[in-house]
């Protein structure tokens, strides 16, 4: 199968004669070692060791397999052909498979269940010999993936459960997250909820850290790109504006919960260009940026006294006074081609 399926180490029969066979459901119903049938309850594909290789923390995610009627594709006219065989039969390369064929076409059709060499299980619906429908795939090392399926793919709405607590709920495509979902590590203490595009976060969407730090803005092939906002819990402090490969660049401002704030450009996620920035008792610094600091020429401004004066800073530090004789020589900071 695709990326969601991949397994290939060596297991032993014994393993397979001991895990739930698939019909005892039928043998409830009332069926022979071969029935089209499926009754009218819900079909729950189980057993006592048919987890035996999951780890506890993925155990406990995920409910009992079950299929409702919708998902046995009963009114599809080939149903009719499809003949329960009660017994595993070798597909190739070492997978065993036991269930519904088509018994025109000598196909996996309809439910069954299929083992690979590492006790790797997927357990559902097939259509030409592939997964296809509703599923459940459990890899030996724990993982799970159920959901829909085509053509041994992950396709359409989909849950993926992995043993260290990572968790993708939402749309698939080809093997890949694809549309909109959401995506939870350490069991839900960091999440991510919006578009994603070929298996990569892109478009619109969130990002929650434990901490309670968020990024809501534009993704682009995984990276905060575009226009967001970041809100930094340590810090009590938002950041929104632009962003280039995850890092806060070009215009943007910040904003701090006692009042600082800062509108302007930056660089590498730093203040860096010309910028404004306000103290809450209403003194400013307009002027030149550099790696975070005030650098160049600038103007500052006392809200107290009513004036302005200019000067030149270094690495965040006033260097001087510039004289009014030398002010003239001076180009005024600019923003947008307009005079501060």
Sequence with gaps: MGNCCASNTDYSKKEIDSLVLIQSYFRVNGSSSESNGYGKNHLSVHGPNSAQKQKPETIEKLPQFQLGPKDLDLENPNAVNRVYIDEFKDVG?????????????????????????????????WKKDKANGKGRMTHANGDIYEGNWKDDKADGQGLFIDTNGAKYEGDWLDDMQHGNGLETWDNGGARYQGQFFKGKKHGKGRFDWEDGSYYEGDFVDGQFQGFGKY??????????????????????????????????????????????????????????????????????????????????????????????????????????????
């Design 231 to 340: 809100y930094f819990a340590d810090l009590d402090k938002i950041y929104q504006g632009e962003f280039r490969m995850s890092n806060m660049e070009g215009r943007g401002q910040e904003l701090w919960s006692d009042g600082r704030k800062y509108d302007g450009d930056f660089k590498n996620g730093k203040k860096d260009g010309e910028g404004t920035f306000e103290w809450p008792n209403g003194n400013k610094y307009i002027g030149s940026w550099k790696k975070g600091k005030q650098h160049g020429i600038g103007i500052w401004a006392s809200a107290k006294e009513g004036t302005k004066r200019q000067g030149e800073w270094v690495e965040g530090k006033r260097h001087r006074w510039i004289s009014g004789i030398e002010m003239l020589a001076q180009p005024s900071p600019t923003r947008g081609g307009q005079r501060l």
């Design 93 to 125: 390369d070492g997978r065993l498979y036991k269930g519904q064929w088509n018994k025109k076409t000598g196909e996996r059709d309809g439910l069954g269940i299929q083992f690979w060499p590492d006790g790797s299980k997927y357990e559902g619906m």
